[in-house]
């Protein structure tokens, strides 16, 4: 496998028609905006180059969106549209795959995620087909193994954990923050069943491929890119769905990133071996 450190992103986005790119650690983190990656949009805007942000949020597109805008000032004429892994958990749930009923475990923030599911949500008292997880409670000071009595007793009734964000952990300003991923590895550790959805899990990619060619942005995967910052996601899920990548790394990988020997030694660990080549970037 080749590592190619390109020098501009820019330059390099140029030969596609469509951007699927993260948000959290490729254009802020969670609290700010990166300004050159607004530099990187308004680049994309000028040559007509559309750019659909995918995101591992375990909620709707609507209230990232907000999120963007309204919290951290993002223009939205700089993009043309947002996936979530919360908008893709909702389509699946919806199709009564997992069962009639759910608990959920997260916190009041992503209450908002609920209203766009059409089963019964059950307490902890009642009986229920299956846990929806969208995060910890407390992420400031919880982590997944806060959770293992809890989980344990689920295990014991052959409950499903569906992962409404497989992300492990975020980088929130600079401090690492755990994500319903950790929550979902640690379930199975323990022996739980578990299903995610969200990067890199190929039902946002179809789910995005059928917009894009609705919207008539392209017709071929050879003309998406994908940007993100984590090898084991987002780098990981475009292998799989068979289109082009640019890994950050100033993002998740930050702290493990000195030299081009890490990006080969994460790329050993997630990614397939007959994978060709891994581009990859400082940042956008």
């Known amino acids: 496998m080749k590592v190619n450190q390109i020098q501009g992103s820019v330059e390099h986005a140029l030969g596609y028609k469509v951007i699927l790119c993260d948000l959290w650690g490729v254009i802020h983190n969670g609290k700010a905006l990166f300004q050159h990656s607004i530099s990187f949009l308004e680049h994309m805007k000028e040559n007509n180059i559309k750019v659909i942000f995918l995101s591992n949020a375990p909620r709707p597109n609507y209230v990232v969106e907000d999120g963007l805008n309204k919290k951290l000032g993002l223009n939205k004429d700089l993009y ?15 199709k009564k795959i997992h069962g009639e009923s759910y608990f959920h475990l997260g916190p009041s923030k992503d209450f908002d995620l609920l209203e ?3 089963i019964q949500r059950k307490d902890m008292t009642s009986d229920f087909d299956f846990i929806l997880c969208t995060g910890l409670l407390d992420d400031e000071i919880e982590q ?10 689920f295990i014991n009734k052959n409950l499903k954990l569906i992962c409404a964000n497989p992300d492990e952990i975020v980088y929130r300003g600079d401090k690492m923050i755990p994500c319903a991923g950790g929550m979902a590895k640690y379930y199975s550790s323990l022996g739980g069943d578990i299903k995610s ?5 190929q039902e946002i990619y179809d789910y995005a491929f059928n917009i894009i060619k609705k919207e008539g942005m392209c017709e071929s995967k050879s003309e998406i890119l994908a940007i993100g910052d984590s090898i084991k996601t987002d780098i990981y899920g475009a292998e799989k769905f068979e289109i082009d990548s ?17 990006i080969m030694n994460l790329a050993k660990e997630f990614l397939d071996n007959d994978l060709q080549e ?7």
Do not use: A, M
């Open 80 to 94: 043309d549209g947002i996936i979530t892994s919360g908008d893709v958990s909702c389509e699946q749930i919806n």
């Open 116 to 118: 766009r599911i059409f």
């Open 144 to 153: 997944p193994e806060t959770y293992k009595d809890q989980f344990e007793n």
């Open 197 to 201: 959805y969200g990067k890199p899990h």
């Open 246 to 262: 640019i890994l950050i790394q100033d993002g998740i990988h930050k702290d493990v990133i000195k030299g081009e020997k890490d």
């Open 278 to 284: 891994i581009v990859t970037i400082k940042h956008l």
